[in-house]
């Protein structure tokens, strides 16, 4: 069983920054697939970022390219989620995901609100 807890979400204006975090639990998280979900309202869950295991690569939705940079500290069981240049669309509650031998986990989600 994986824990997943998110931490950073808030309101912040068109154009603002915010920084997401996800802590998980175990100690094997170097061998944990990472990722970043959406859902705002009305609409189903979507990927926003992901980060692998053992080297890191990443991969993004086209939504956020350039904008969005995930990475992660397998020392702290961490992964974090650099959103910039933030637009009314994306506001929407964020999940953390660990997928851990095809098994997917999720956290309970953080709020990001993007005002005009």
């Known amino acids: 069983q994986v824990q997943l807890v998110e931490s950073g979400g808030g309101l912040v204006q068109a154009g603002g920054s915010l920084r997401l975090s996800c802590a998980a639990s175990g100690r094997t998280f170097g061998t944990y697939d990472m990722g970043w979900y959406r859902q705002a309202p009305g609409k189903e869950r979507e990927f926003v970022a992901a980060i692998r295991r053992g080297i890191g690569i990443t991969n993004y939705a086209d939504s956020v390219k350039g904008r969005f940079t995930i990475s992660r500290d397998n020392t702290k069981n961490t992964v974090l989620l650099q959103m910039n240049s933030l637009k009314l669309e994306d506001t929407a509650i964020y999940y953390c995901?660990?997928?851990?031998?095809?098994?997917?986990?999720w956290g309970q989600g953080t709020q990001v609100t993007v005002s005009s």
């Open positions: 995901n660990a997928q851990v031998y095809s098994i997917d986990y």
